[in-house]
């Protein structure tokens, strides 16, 4: 996964510099949330569709949660028309989203992500979470339940009928949420990062093993950097509707689910939808307005390339053009 990871960061350099222009006026060591949706497994959409929106700490949950329940009411699969004050809360200085669009005829990128690597990337975390362990006194439980929940995943890899289709979302998702984890790291000196993540299968396997894997992987890509670690900073904390029993947060789900409802229905390279509610959401939130990144992965041969997609006007430091709409 650490590959994928690299390759990603690769192809979307101009994503960092967006994202410091973007928040440039968000002080370090604040709080932030990131709130996820996907749009996967639908065969009638051209991609699989991965969308992550990051969100400094503006105001109460209650409050954001009342305005948007105000302007979208609905997702966008029962959503006709959005509200333009919906799309346009998009747009403001709080907002920045990061999406993942996955080839749907890969079937999560198979070819490339077959259950040989994925054994091996659980042998290797394993070995990790072992020397973490020994690193860190106070910190055993937690890496014994983590070394429980992982030998769990191997010993599925490694039955009969493993569902592998369901481990390699669960791979890309956690990999996905390093990235936006480390981008708000690099970039902004966190607090703490709430990640709430739409309920899917693919985080009910193995007691939730996906959050656990995307620390994991987040916290490999702060070593590499060298220097000091603070592993009491930034806190992260994992959430999903009713996780608590209490708090659904469709309110907030709803940002990304539009997002990567749009993407998931586009088709390129005509810029195509399937309904007329997409064209207005993706104008908005794709075109108009520069707080967004969207990496398209592919692996027609087995190997996995990824670009950065980009409409409009061309994002500063870009050396490529966008592509026109």
Known sequence: MLELINLIEKSGQTVRSDF??????????????VASD????????????????????????????SWISAFAPKDIKATRA????????????????YSFVVERESNYLKAAITLEAMRAVVRQL????????????GNELYYDELGNRLGSLLFELDGKNPSSALLRRMFLVASFGALVFHLIHDEKSPLSIRWISDRDAMFDRHDGLAFDLAWLLFQIMRRRSGGVI??????LIFTSPLMDGVNSYDEFVRLPDYLAGTLADLRLPNVMFSHPKFPKVFNRLFVDTQNNAIIEIVAPTGRITSR??????PPEGAKSIRRPT
């Open 20 to 33: 410091r222009r973007w928040f440039r006026k968000i002080p370090v060591a604040a709080n932030w949330t």
């Open 38 to 65: 996907y749009s996967v497994g639908n065969r009638n959409k051209k991609s699989d569709a991965f969308s992550f929106v990051i969100m400094p700490k503006h105001d109460t949950d209650q409050n954001i949660s």
């Open 82 to 97: 959005p509200s333009q004050e919906f799309l346009d809360y998009f747009c403001s200085p709080v907002s920045f989203s």
């Open 126 to 137: 394993q070995e990790v979470v072992f020397q973490w362990k020994a690193a860190e006194p």
């Open 230 to 235: 603070d592993v009491r900073r930034p806190q």
């Open 308 to 313: 950065r997609l980009a409409f409009g006007n």
